[in-house]
């Protein structure tokens, strides 16, 4: 890899360990191997949005051509958001593409995926059915979310309602996130997963 | 193979349709019109074929032009142009008006805070205007004593690494980067094919890096190169005036001051294409017509593919027949019946003026009808076109080989004595009235389509029915050539060619 790729890294990582917001537990960073090329990241669900109370896994790939181009970044942790693909992870978010700048840090990134949990850009979306759901039906958008962020991210709501429909499928023998995803594309209407399941 | 005398007829014979053959502009055309090749011709059209070197030359009498009455550089100046469609006037008159919205709309300066007073940011303006590459580079500390050293050390936020001050570079907005850095990030924008639109490295400023900032550091010949041509495109394409020749490998740049949506034909490679958008040439229909058209057919490629049959049966005797002929007037080789391939109809009413195999008509009743039976009448309407556009394509590559073989029965003929090649002349300048004929009659189905029913599609529909009864049988004389009567021919070709240009003349949406 590219000396001045290692190096920025590098820099960044201490800029980032040394931030206020990791003493806030705000974002975190950790490498995954140790040439430097694919880094962990972690942030905190914002608070007064439904990702509050969650942590939300990053996988960030750094390009040989790094800071020239932006790194590649996902969700691995499963979120539900306009912006976020509910099936890979993958964000839509300008400096993340066309709008990358060389003196952008992982620290901004990071931030930015922060900001982009409290201020949704439905218009722009990268999941069209969770976008429809956002602008359409936003009271049930809400819930999902939570819902989602108590599932995978270790968030504080709990919904029933939504559990005993997800069992019901789960008892039709479907695996519990495919039951949890199909129930929230189709609006939490059992009747209406069940067929879009089954036919 | 091909004999040389072969090969200097076809040449003459493309020369002959070019814009300026007046084959059939004779007889009872007036004066005027003669005089007048606009008014005459409605596919007349005034264009230059350009090298690389030439239009090089054009732009840079452009930025010398700008550089002169403003005082800048050449770098400055060309963005200036290409963000003013390479129009001096204008850009003199906005940066008399307001220096400072100029340069912050094509992105030289950063946008003004409110602070900045007007008075102070035009003389900001000006004398930023005034900055060579040199520019780029941070003055030395002033008022430094003996002690201190010119240059002092800097963190480059890119790299991270302390330098000296004079290592580093920056734009108008400020945003300071060392030399390494900057080369390093220009050398992967130019890999990715980004050129003039190279913006500043600092989060959210989108100051444009000028072309002599890049060239000042990138120094290696290969991305020097790219840079080079793929900044010459940027200007081309925004320059409303030049055309990159769409054919292949081609390095033509067309020119016309009528931006148009008229045929231009390289002089270098033949090809033709339409002025205007790039693509085939396509009058009667308009530019955003024939992309919608085009687009359409590419979606619906899979419904109209059953039509692309080459065969089709009898519609007395049944039995099968294969077309291999451009001409769509067909007789049964068996029963010896004439009809049209396209309808199946009798061709006898095909050759009065009730001719109406290229209309499409539509069901009077459409609008009480139920939503399915709407999408049926819909697809059999586009149907309709697309079988007619598609056919006469198919006709005029099929027409095409007929040539050749007519070239072969001919040459065997010279050879035996009978005639010399410029007897037969004319039988090539009929088969190439007959291309550009049916060219034109292909490019009126788009047109016809997205029509609006009323009197004027009525009168369209009526010039088609009658260019295309012309063409079908000036078609039919060629294919039978050697026992046609030449002034037969001749007046056919007469007809054929007036029935389109009227066409033209009526419907051609660009006409002056
Ligand atoms: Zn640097
Ligand atoms: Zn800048
Ligand atoms: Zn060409
Ligand atoms: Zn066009
Ligand atoms: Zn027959
Ligand atoms: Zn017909």
């Not at chain 2, 349709?17 to 011709?41: I, M, S």
């Not at chain 2, 805070?113 to 000006?126: E, F, G, I, R, V």
């Not at chain 2, 390289?266 to 687009?295: E, N, S």
């Not at chain 2, 709407?374 to 590559?397: D, G, P, V």
Request: charge should be negative; glycine fraction near 4%; include cysteine.
């Amino acid at each position: 890899m590219a000396n001045m790729a290692v190096s920025r890294i590098k820099r960044e990582f201490k800029e980032v360990m040394r931030s206020e917001e990791i003493v806030q537990c705000s974002i975190k960073i950790e490498l995954v191997n140790d040439s430097w090329t694919e880094l962990r990241g972690e942030i905190a669900g914002p608070p007064d949005t439904p990702y509050e109370g969650g942590k939300f896994v990053l996988e960030i790939k750094v390009p040989e051509t790094y800071p020239f181009n932006p790194p590649k970044v996902r969700f691995i942790t499963r979120i539900w958001h306009p912006n976020i693909s509910s099936v890979t992870g993958a964000i839509c978010l300008d400096i993340l593409k066309d709008n990358w700048a060389a003196a952008m840090t992982l620290r901004t990134v990071l931030l930015s995926l922060q900001a982009l949990l409290a201020a949704a850009e439905p218009d722009d979306p990268q999941d069209a059915v969770v976008a429809y759901q956002f602008k359409d039906k936003h009271e049930l958008f809400l819930m999902t979310a939570k819902h989602w962020t108590n599932a995978y991210a270790g968030g504080p709501h709990t919904f029933p309602d939504c559990d005993s429909k997800i069992q019901r499928l789960k008892d039709m023998g479907i695996e519990e996130h495919d039951a949890r995803a199909v129930l929230s594309k189709e609006n939490w209407n059992l009747e209406k997963a069940t067929e879009c399941l089954f036919s | 193979m091909e004999s040389d005398i072969e090969m200097e007829l076809e040449s003459d014979n493309d020369g002959e349709y070019d814009d300026d053959y007046d084959y059939y502009n004779t007889g009872e055309d007036c004066d005027v019109e003669r005089l007048d090749p606009k008014r005459a011709d409605p596919e007349y059209f005034e264009y230059d074929c350009l090298t690389v070197e030439d239009i090089e030359k054009l732009l840079n009498e452009l930025v010398e032009k700008l550089n002169t009455i403003l005082q800048i550089t050449p770098s400055l100046a060309k963005v200036l142009l290409l963000e003013h469609q390479w129009n001096n006037t204008v850009v003199v008159e906005k940066y008399r008006q307001d220096a400072n919205a100029l340069l912050v709309t094509a992105r030289i300066k950063p946008p003004t805070s409110s602070a900045d007073a007007a008075s102070t940011s035009a003389a900001a303006a000006a004398q930023l205007l005034k900055m060579g590459s040199s520019g780029y580079k941070a003055p030395p500390a002033v008022g430094g004593n003996a002690n201190t050293p010119p240059y002092r050390s800097q963190m480059c936020p890119v790299c991270a690494s302390s330098q000296l001050g004079d290592k580093f570079y920056s734009l108008a907005c400020g945003h300071s980067f060392c030399k390494d850095c900057w080369t390093m990030y220009f050398e992967t924008q130019i890999f990715q094919g980004i050129s003039i639109q190279i913006g500043c490295m600092a989060p959210m400023c989108n100051v444009r890096v000028p072309e002599d900032l890049v060239l000042t550091l990138v120094t290696r010949p290969v991305m020097r190169d790219k840079y080079q041509q793929f900044a010459f495109k940027d200007y081309v394409k925004s320059h409303p005036e030049l055309r990159f020749c769409p054919g292949p490998n081609c390095q033509i740049i067309v020119q016309s001051s009528e931006i148009s949506a008229k045929r231009a034909i390289c002089k270098v490679c033949r090809t033709g294409f339409c002025f205007k958008c790039g693509m085939d040439y396509h009058a009667p229909t308009d530019c955003q017509v024939i992309k919608k058209w085009l687009t359409k057919c590419a979606d619906d490629s899979e419904t109209a593919n059953y039509i692309s049959a080459h065969t089709k049966d009898c519609p007395k005797c049944h039995i099968c027949i294969e077309k291999n002929g451009g001409c769509n007037h067909m007789q049964c080789f068996n029963c010896k019946h004439d009809f049209c391939w396209m309808c199946l109809g009798d061709w006898k009413t095909h050759g009065s003026e009730y001719y109406e195999c290229s209309r499409y008509k539509d069901n009077p009743n459409i609008a009480n009808e139920s939503v399915h039976v709407q999408a049926r009448e819909a697809l059999k309407k586009y149907l309709h076109y697309y079988e007619r556009w598609e056919n006469h394509s198919k006709s005029l590559k099929l027409e095409q080989q007929t040539i050749e073989r007519l070239r072969q029965r001919i040459n065997t003929k010279v050879m035996n004595g009978s005639g010399t090649w410029i007897d037969w002349q004319y039988l090539f300048n009929a088969a190439g009235l007959l291309a550009k004929c049916r060219y034109t009659l292909q490019y009126t189905y788009p047109y016809a389509y997205y029509m609006e029913a009323g009197s004027r599609k009525n009168l369209f529909e009526y010039q088609q029915a009658q260019l295309e009864a012309e063409i079908e049988n000036l078609s039919w004389k060629i294919e039978r050539a050697e026992t046609t009567d030449l002034g037969d021919l001749e007046n056919q070709m007469d007809i054929a060619e007036k029935r389109r240009t009227t066409l033209l003349k009526d419907f051609f949406p660009v006409a002056v």
